[in-house]
C-alpha cells in the first residue's frame, strides 16, 4: 500500500493559492493513477482529482479550472496547485491512489482552511 505523507497546507483567504505536495511511497509510483481527496468537517471524502500514470488528468466540477493537479515521478510525489480559493475549499487534503478505499492506508493529511 502506499504511504502518502501530505504537506503544504495552510490559512489562505478567499481568492488565494496554495500548492500541496505528497510525497509517496510504498508502490512503483510511477505506474500508478494517483488522486487527491479531500474531507470537509462534517462531509465524506471526495476525491477532487485525479493523475494516470500517463499525466491524464480529471477534476471534480467543483474545483475544475481553479485545481491542478501534476505529478514528478523521479521525486515519487504528486502535487495539487490550487487557485482561486474559496470558503468552501476549506478541508484536509489527503492524497492516495485513485480508487482507494477507507480501509485502506491513509496519510494524516494537510489542513487547508480558506477565510478572511
Known amino acids: 500500500q502506499v504511504q502518502p505523507v501530505e504537506s503544504g497546507g495552510g490559512l489562505v483567504q478567499p481568492g488565494g493559492s496554495l500548492r500541496l505536495s505528497c510525497a509517496a511511497s510504498g508502490i512503483i509510483f510511477s505506474i500508478y493513477d494517483m488522486g487527491w481527496y479531500r474531507q470537509a468537517p462534517g462531509k465524506r471524502r471526495e476525491l477532487v482529482a485525479v493523475?494516470?500514470?500517463?499525466?491524464?488528468?480529471n477534476y471534480v466540477a467543483s474545483v475544475k479550472g481553479r485545481f491542478t493537479i501534476s505529478r514528478d515521478n523521479a521525486q515519487n510525489t504528486v502535487y495539487l496547485q490550487m487557485n482561486s480559493l474559496k470558503p468552501e475549499d476549506t478541508a484536509v487534503y489527503y492524497c492516495?491512489?485513485?480508487?482507494?478505499?477507507?480501509?485502506?492506508?491513509w496519510g494524516k493529511g494537510t489542513l487547508v482552511t480558506v477565510s478572511s
Open positions: 492516495n491512489t485513485d480508487g482507494a478505499r477507507n480501509e485502506d492506508y
Open positions: 493523475i494516470t500514470s500517463g499525466g491524464s488528468t
